[in-house]
């Protein structure tokens, strides 16, 4: 069981795992997928829902019976199962324990791996994702309510609750955290984090073969406030539209608004003592448990700010860089529009054979 945490390479090791799920097959080792109704990062992503009773803005009900799906086919394949998605992090108790009741037994071994990183940079990717998701906040309200714990993403990057629940009466062996690398040794080592989750998947990495090129791209200050803006603008109906995440957070906000390089969200020194506490609080409650670390954990504390590096606040960024931004988001999104067909024309058409047909 892979349980996030967001923000940390998810979406191009789901989508890798999802490539390669014959060649993994080969070597006794199952990405459960449900051919051809939905991809398998689709799959999981429901079964996860579906375990915790949750819609997250789609129609209600759209995720029932995918859990008991994914049971099934777990215990039908055999071997090793990979099920994977970042939105179980912050699982209550009770869908954790039912997890354990359907997939568990004397024949069967689970593993929990986490993936985690430093709060200097996983709390600014969460306020990108959110206001991806819909989120309407500023980037200061955010801050200030995950540094007391309350939202979604805050729960999710927990490192000792989230593993505390999903490690409940497993062996600490069995409970497995992939940290980060930062971005230098990322630089230097760019296969470094598969690597990492390859070894905590105990998966080899040319198992899976093919790359995947899926990035959940950054944005910058400017791009995040124009999306904010917008979410403002649409109404919850338009966000629940089945078309919205492929348009809004597929073409809109990763290929155009992500393409763009404006100022970085970083976060402000002031939040630097609590990051800097958080992760060493983090780093004695790994070598306390005695869970397998994969990685670094001192990884988990924040790089320092740099010396004579000036903080410019993301809600305050110039109208003439949001202009810029909106305008190249209006053009991609132009675009779109005139490369889609024209309903009224098709249905113009299909009149007019109507009208020549009925003459004959």
């Known amino acids: 069981m892979h349980v996030g945490a967001p923000k940390t390479g998810t979406t191009y090791l789901q989508d890798r795992l999802g490539k390669n799920v014959k060649s993994l097959?080969?070597?006794?080792?199952?990405?459960p997928t449900r051919p051809p109704l939905m991809s398998s990062g689709m799959f999981h992503f429901r079964?996860?829902?579906?375990?915790?009773?949750?819609?997250?803005?789609?129609?209600?009900?759209?995720?029932?019976?995918?859990?008991?799906?994914?049971?099934?086919r777990v215990r039908r394949a055999g071997g090793t199962s990979i099920i994977s998605h970042e939105i179980l992090a912050p699982a209550l108790p009770e869908h954790v324990a039912r997890?354990?009741?359907?997939?568990?037994?004397?024949d069967t071994e689970i593993h929990i791996v986490y993936s985690a990183r430093d709060l200097a940079r996983q709390a600014p990717a969460g306020w990108q994702e959110s206001v991806k998701q819909?989120?309407?906040w500023k980037y200061g309200r955010y801050l200030s309510r995950v540094r007391n714990g309350r939202p979604w993403f805050a729960r999710a990057f927990d490192l000792p609750t989230v593993l505390s629940t999903w490690g409940n009466g497993l062996p600490p062996e069995q409970v497995h955290v992939v940290t980060v690398p930062h971005s230098d040794v990322v630089d230097a080592e760019p296969d470094l984090l598969w690597h990492r989750f390859c070894r905590a998947f105990a998966i080899e990495p040319e198992w899976a073969p093919e790359d995947s090129e899926r990035t959940n791209a950054s944005l910058g200050s400017a791009e995040a406030q124009v999306l904010r803006a917008l979410n403002e603008r649409i109404g919850r109906s338009t966000r629940n539209n089945p078309g919205y995440d492929a348009l809004i957070l597929g073409m809109l906000a990763d290929e155009t608004l992500g393409g763009r390089r404006s100022r970085p969200i970083l976060l402000p020194p002031k939040f630097h003592d609590w990051a800097q506490?958080?992760?060493?609080?983090?780093?004695?409650?790994?070598?306390?448990?005695?869970v397998d670390v994969v990685g670094d954990a001192a990884e988990l504390l924040p790089e320092p700010w740099p010396d004579g590096q000036e903080f410019k606040h993301p809600d305050r960024v110039s109208t003439k860089a949001q202009l810029r931004a909106a305008l190249d988001a209006l053009a991609a999104m132009t675009e779109e529009a005139a490369s889609r067909p024209d309903p009224d024309a098709s249905m113009?058409?299909?009149?007019?054979r109507a009208r020549e047909a009925s003459k004959r």
């Open 277 to 290: 506490e958080r992760g060493a609080f983090w780093m004695e409650w790994l070598e306390q448990s005695g």
């Open 134 to 136: 819909g989120r309407r």
């Open 47 to 72: 079964a996860a829902l579906d375990l915790m009773g949750q819609d997250w803005g789609g129609a209600p009900g759209h995720a029932e019976g995918s859990w008991d799906a994914m049971v099934r």
């Open 25 to 31: 097959a080969s070597h006794d080792v199952h990405v």
């Open 99 to 106: 997890l354990k009741s359907d997939l568990g037994g004397d």
């Open 348 to 352: 113009l058409a299909r009149i007019r």
